[in-house]
């Protein structure tokens, strides 16, 4: 890894439709696991996987409607951006992309094996659907995933 950048991932960078998301996730789960990037995560049995070979994303995981997704992906920030910084410009950068986005809900948030991350929950317009989002990024060591 180059001086002066830090590896930061985001770790569930993934679309989640809540109102589809809560009756699918209820039942039997199956796990994927990433050994090159070093993180595992579960998802409902039934959904399809898919590894990209690439970065972004590395693993696109979604139900067999095709939502809710979860895409897994990587970038690479200059070394003295922050987290919070990192959030923001993405914050940015759907605002100028997605019709109508507006964030309902943000901040910390503590997760297992004490790693703590940012959590992102928004809206935006597709036509004449109304959709919900939520991206979280997990901050582990000098990664952020």
């Known amino acids: 890894m180059q001086r002066g950048w830090r590896l930061l991932g985001l770790i569930l960078v993934g679309l989640f ?9 209820k039942g039997a789960e199956v ?8 993180f595992s995560l579960s998802f409902p049995k ?25 895409n897994v992906s990587l970038n690479y920030l200059p070394q003295d951006q922050t987290l919070a910084e990192f959030v923001s410009s993405f914050k940015e950068s759907l605002d100028q992309s997605l019709a109508q986005f507006q964030v309902i809900s943000e901040g910390e948030v ?32 000098a990664q952020v995933f």
Do not use: M
């Open 31 to 38: 796990s994927y696991s990433n050994s090159t990037y070093g």
């Open 46 to 70: 039934g959904w399809v996987e898919e590894e990209t070979g690439g970065h972004f994303p590395i693993v696109s995981i979604r139900a067999p409607s095709d939502l809710p997704l979860v």
């Open 17 to 25: 439709l809540f109102s589809l998301l809560g009756s699918a996730c």
């Open 110 to 141: 503590a997760l297992k094996k004490k790693a703590r991350g940012q959590e992102l929950v928004f809206t935006w317009a597709s036509g004449e659907r109304k959709l919900k989002g939520k991206s979280l990024f997990v901050l582990r060591g």
